[in-house]
């Protein structure tokens, strides 16, 4: 079985400020790891996906994450926030093994200030 | 090329009506899902296909029906709207299974009154 936890509901930061949005997993499985980001009255949409192989995955919009096993957590980060970044972001997993579904976490809504 | 299409965007349904939300996508997924989402809760799976003709049940499929006759085409249809449904449906598609990119449709917001 597999969860998710995104640890804040709500993140605020003031433009230009470090963004971290944090996640935590738990998977018996190796697992496929994936953040989107809902803008108001939007779907999803990913920003960046781990499968396998390199641990640090860039995304769109200058977002990246980390992915560590020991840590079990794949958070988000981007260095220098905008005020468009102000959305919804979601952290998902998923596992490449039939039957497994994409469990998203309960999403983390930062907001920009400036 | 429009993605993941939804309609309608916006619906009142009162206690006991019926309805379909219709899905439709353009990019020859064989994936379909339908999710709701509610405030705080993150998506819940309702309903997800693997093909046309091939549909099985996620998470949350009370209350709720599909059919896929079409590659294109993934209706979920309410029967006997109950106020616990109101919420907002994504769908959304992907070309392989839950380790592929999932794209998705612009929701429909549904209020059970």
């Known amino acids: 079985a597999q969860s998710v936890t995104q640890l804040g509901s709500h993140v605020s930061v003031s433009e230009g400020a470090l963004v971290l949005l944090r996640c935590n997993y738990s998977?018996?499985?190796?697992?496929?790891l994936f953040w989107y980001v809902q803008y108001p009255n939007q779907g999803l949409q990913l920003l960046l996906k781990?499968?396998?192989?390199?641990?640090l995955v860039k995304g769109i919009n200058g977002f990246e994450a980390e992915f560590k096993k020991s840590e079990t957590s794949f958070h988000l980060t981007k260095p220098s926030a905008h005020m468009s970044d102000a959305a919804e972001y979601f952290c998902a997993v998923s596992a490449n093994q039939a039957g497994t579904a994409l469990i998203f976490g309960k999403g983390t809504t930062l907001s920009v200030s400036s | 090329n429009a993605g993941v299409t939804q309609t309608p965007k916006f619906r009142i349904l009162k206690i006991g009506q019926s309805m379909t939300l219709q899905c439709t996508q353009d990019?020859?997924?064989?994936?379909m899902y339908w999710y709701r989402q509610d405030p705080g809760m993150g998506l819940k799976l309702i309903y997800y296909s693997v093909g046309a003709g091939i549909t099985d049940k996620g998470e949350v499929p009370n209350g709720y029906n599909v059919s896929r006759s079409t590659t294109e085409d993934f209706p979920l249809r309410l029967e006997l709207a109950a106020p616990s449904q109101t919420s907002v449906y994504f769908c959304a598609s992907s070309p392989q299974g839950y380790t592929d990119t999932q794209y998705f449709g612009p929701g429909t917001r549904l209020t059970v009154l």
């Open positions: 998977s018996s499985v190796p697992p496929y």
């Open positions: 781990y499968t396998t192989g390199a641990t």
């Open positions: 990019m020859n997924h064989n994936y």
